[in-house]
């Protein structure tokens, strides 16, 4: 299994940002895929997670309207837009898969400051 996250950086307060997460190693469209984040100082929360066909999607209240997750199948990558930013969204962002919950990969960073 293997999970590159990818797309992070610093942006302003409202500002939009799309992070990706490139998928090898397994059958990428049979599970369900989720974002986690933690910021310094915090426990990993989970941010918003996917069916493995892209039907079903749930997020957290913190994120709920201003993030959208999606998959493409095809490409075998997982997407989180994420619009309106706070500098409470400053975090490490990592995806993570069903098919090998114990596996996380390096991770990517967003940071929102003015």
């Known amino acids: 299994v293997q999970l590159v996250e990818s797309g992070g950086g610093l942006v302003q307060p409202g500002g939009s940002l799309r992070i990706s997460c490139a998928a090898s190693g397994f059958f990428f469209s049979s599970y369900d895929m989720s974002w986690y984040r933690q910021a310094p100082g915090k426990e990993r929360e989970l941010v918003a997670t996917i069916s493995s066909t892209g039907g079903s999607r749930n997020y957290a209240d913190s994120v709920k309207g201003r993030f959208t997750i999606s998959r493409d199948n095809v490409k075998r990558t997982l997407y989180l837009q994420m619009n309106s930013l706070k500098p409470e969204d400053t975090a490490v962002y990592y995806c993570?898969?069903?098919?090998?919950?114990?596996?996380w990969g390096l991770g990517t960073q967003v940071t929102v400051s003015s």
């Open positions: 993570k898969t069903s098919y090998k919950p114990s596996y």
